[in-house]
Each structure stands twice: as structure tokens, then as C-alpha cells.
């Protein structure tokens, strides 16, 4: 599998994640951005915007503009992939703690 594969998936996980360590589910890209670089996935918005369409396509997140921003809301299908519960193409699956 390419490198860049490897990385989106990775990635998209990542977004998952964090989506399911938000108290309320919630997070807005920009933050989304923040997080991302913070474990060393630093992408472009047009990539996380990507990510986001590939995410809410495989109905594991809903997304609203609200003010210019984007709000990213963790859906129960989400849920089990962050966890690891279920798996989907695309999304690479946890490993175990």
C-alpha cells in the first residue's frame, strides 16, 4: 500500500479519535488542524476537508458551517470504527491498548 495511503488512513482514525475523546463529540476543523499537527499529521485544510467528505460519505461523522468554520459532529458509526468495533475500508483500525 503507498505511503500516502498508509497516511490517510491513518489519519481519518486520528479525526475519529479525537472526535470520540470530545466531551460533546464536537470539534470544528480549525481545531481538527491543531490536533492533526500535534501528532504529526499536518495537512492542508483542502485535505482535512477531503477527509471529512470521505468520513461523513461513510456516515460515521455529520458536518454544519456555522460562522466560516466547519463543525464536525462524531456519529454512532464513528463511534464503533474509533473503538474499533467495526471496520471500514479506507480507516485503518486501532491497535489494542
Do not use: H, W
Not at 477527509?51 to 463511534?79: K, W
Amino acid at each position: 500500500m503507498p505511503e500516502r495511503d498508509i497516511k490517510a488512513e491513518q489519519r481519518r482514525l486520528a479525526i475519529l479519535q479525537f472526535l470520540k475523546d470530545d466531551p460533546d463529540y464536537k470539534v470544528n476543523d480549525a481545531l481538527l488542524l491543531e490536533l492533526l499537527a500535534s501528532i504529526g499529521f499536518g495537512v492542508s485544510k483542502n485535505v482535512l476537508s477531503a477527509d471529512l467528505m470521505f468520513l461523513e460519505e461513510s456516515q460515521l461523522v455529520s458536518t454544519s458551517d456555522i460562522a466560516g468554520c466547519t463543525l464536525v459532529i462524531l456519529r454512532g458509526n464513528g463511534y464503533g470504527v474509533a473503538t474499533g468495533v467495526s471496520v471500514i475500508p479506507g480507516i485503518a483500525r486501532p491497535r489494542p491498548e
